[in-house]
């Protein structure tokens, strides 16, 4: 396509630090993600079984084994995690993780309030023999963090083992980091991207404005997740330049007048 069509963005090719795309499953059949992956997987470099998907989605063995097949890393959303921890059922958690072969793990407290330093422990203790992100920020929306405390919270995550911290929307993308009409909270992601190495993070971005929004102020390049299945070719337009919301976004000033 970039032979054919000049002045796109380039995009790094898989396995990549950048440009990330993680895509949230909330529980497709066998069949649906091996469709998914037919046109998907090369933009797709995670796929998240969201929440606690993974214990009641028939066939889920299956269905990981499909999306490794494909050149995609398969998770459990960090809600799953939290559910084994409140139950105080650590090790069969990760027995879990041993039983399906899931080298990533996501650390979360969204929906269980977690002392900080406990977390941190459990992202050491699950970092040495795995690669781990973290989530940060809540579910609650009567949780709310000010912008030093995202910082704090996602440097002090980075340093005890996660490899990527991801920045709280929730899949509806109307909480964390944006506002209830799902507007971006610039407060909260000027500090970030001021003090946490951009590389680093993965914006969840639902929605199609949250998506350009990062594009237009990050590049084509940065880590988005919470991504539906049916919306990866779409996004992928969007970090090119393919589509309305960045179509003059990557273009030289001389055709931008045109």
Known sequence: M??????????????????????????????????????????????????????????????????????????????????????????????????????????SDGSYDMEPARKLEYIRKLSRHRTVISEVGSKKKEVVYTPDQWVAMMKAELDAGSVKVIAEARESGTTGIYNEDGSINNN?????????????????APLKSQQAWFIKHFGSNVNLGNIAPNEIIPLETLRLGLRGDTFFQFLPDDLREK
């Open 2 to 107: 970039k032979r054919i069509i000049p002045f796109l963005p380039d995009r790094p090719s898989k396995p990549r630090n950048t440009g990330l795309t993680m895509v949230m499953d909330k529980g497709l059949s066998l069949r649906e993600a091996e469709d998914f992956m037919s046109v998907g997987s090369k933009y797709t470099d995670f796929v998240k079984l969201g929440f606690g998907t993974a214990m009641i989605t028939p066939g889920v063995g299956k269905k990981i084994t499909a999306y490794r097949k494909a050149g995609v890393i398969p998770y459990f959303g960090g809600t799953l995690f939290e559910a084994f921890i409140i139950r105080d059922m650590f090790r069969e958690f990760v027995r879990l993780l041993d039983k399906y072969k899931i080298d990533l793990v996501e650390i």
């Open 188 to 204: 909260i992601i000027k500090a970030i991207s001021e003090h946490v190495k951009l590389d680093n993070v993965i914006w969840e």
